[in-house]
Nanobody, 117 residues
Framework: QVQLVESGGGLVQPGGSLTLSCVAS????????MYWVRQAPGKGLEWLLA????????YYADSAKDRFSVSRDNGQNTVFLSGNSLKAEDTALYYC??????????WGQGTQVTVSS
């Protein structure tokens, strides 16, 4: 029943910016931490960001610091990922995820971000 649907990906120039959205349904959104994870071509999953239930606390992987931010709108059941100064190495499939007790048990289908000239 849990569904997470990412959108907003696409082609962006190096140095550009992009905002991704993830719309959630099938659970009480405001009771769950949300996460962003990405997977570059041929690579494993890389955790980027976490945000707590009310958005007051956020956590960043080293690879996400300075250039990425996460926010949420509990009224719209949506979590956002914003990136700027994007680099070629940011090219990846970006997923949002959630779960209970620290587990990332529910995942979206992903949205592709390609950073290229």
């Amino acid at each position: 029943q849990v569904q997470l649907v990412e959108s907003g990906g696409g082609l962006v120039q190096p140095g550009g910016s992009l905002t991704l959205s993830c719309v959630a349904s099938g659970f009480t959104f405001s009771s769950r931490w949300m996460y962003w994870v990405r997977q570059a071509p041929g690579k494993g999953l890389e955790w980027l960001l976490a945000i707590n239930t009310d958005g007051g606390s956020t956590y960043y992987a080293d690879s996400a610091k300075d250039r990425f931010s996460v926010s949420r709108d509990n009224g719209q059941n949506t979590v956002f990922l914003s990136g700027n100064s994007l680099k070629a190495e940011d090219t990846a499939l970006y997923y949002c995820a959630t779960g209970e007790d620290g587990a990332l048990s529910d995942w979206g289908q992903g949205t592709q971000v390609t950073v290229s000239s």
